[in-house]
Structures are given as C-alpha cells and as structure tokens.
C-alpha cells in the first residue's frame, strides 16, 4: 500500500501526496481500522466546512470535535 509512496521525492507537492492518500490508502483504512478512523482520517485530509466558512477557533475546534473526535471515541457508522 505504502510502498508506491516511495517513488514521490522531494519535489512532490503536498496536493499529490494528499490526492495519493486519499485515492490509494484511506479506502484501505474501512476494513483495515474501522469506519470510525476511516471517516476521520478522510475529513482531516479533505478539510472540513465551518458554519460559517470562517476559521474562528472555537467554531473550528468544535466542528473537529463533532466530525472526527466524536467519531473515534464512539465508533459509530458513518453514513457515505
């Protein structure tokens, strides 16, 4: 899985790493470590929308605390 990650040198930029990850190892990480990682991993590299589109903290911390944190700590299914 990791192994074609070898072949990127330095002049990859961190758009095709993110692209990589995204479209060759986070489909892996369902089976592999659960839905719950899954769908964390995947929004940590997609980003994730604020109500408001803005980056103030708080809003932010809690946005990541409901698409992520909540998601770890409970495992639940996440509907796709």
Known sequence: MLKNMS?????????????YL????????RSHMGVGYHHAVRVCLEGFDTQRG?????????TFEKEVLS?????????M
Do not use: C, Y
Request: no cysteine.
């Open 7 to 19: 072949n990127m040198d330095k002049n990859t930029s961190p758009l095709e790493i993110k692209q």
């Open 71 to 79: 998601h770890l700590a409970t495992g639940l299914v996440i509907p």
């Open 54 to 62: 803005l980056f103030d903290r708080l809003e932010v911390w809690k």
């Open 22 to 29: 995204l479209q060759e190892v986070v489909p892996d990480l």
